[in-house]
Nanobody
Framework: QVQLVESGGGLVQAGDSLRLSCAASGRTFNIYHMAWFRQAPGKEREFVAVIRWSGRFTYYVDSIKGRFTISRDSAQNTVYLQMNSLKPEDTAVYYC?????????????????WGQGTQVTVSS
């Protein structure tokens, strides 16, 4: 089992920055990819960004490229999502997820473990 605990959400204004954290514990040696997803009110959950546990690969959804950065601290077993130039459309509950799969990292079906979610609200 892997446990994921997110933190760092909040209420900010458009143009502000936030950094989300996701601390992993348990059988982390099984993790291949860590990702962030988000779910806005009335919408389906969508993929945001992924990082390979080795840290050598990252990938982002087009809507956040150039504004968000995913990173990890292997010593702390923590993955971060630095979010800059936030927009009202970034408002959502953000979830981190862990997967042992080597492919299909944009699909939530391959993620075995999920955090509880953290709310990000961006006011205009």
């Amino acid at each position: 089992q892997v446990q994921l605990v997110e933190s760092g959400g909040g209420l900010v204004q458009a143009g502000d920055s936030l950094r989300l954290s996701c601390a992993a514990s348990g059988r982390t040696f099984n993790i291949y990819h860590m990702a962030w997803f988000r779910q806005a009110p009335g919408k389906e959950r969508e993929f945001v960004a992924v990082i390979r546990w080795s840290g050598r690969f990252t990938y982002y959804v087009d809507s956040i490229k150039g504004r968000f950065t995913i990173s990890r601290d292997s010593a702390q077993n923590t993955v971060y999502l630095q979010m800059n130039s936030l927009k009202p459309e970034d408002t959502a509950v953000y979830y981190c997820a862990a997967s042992s799969a080597v492919s299909r990292y944009e699909s939530e079906v391959v993620y075995d473990y999920w955090g509880q979610g953290t709310q990000v609200t961006v006011s205009s």
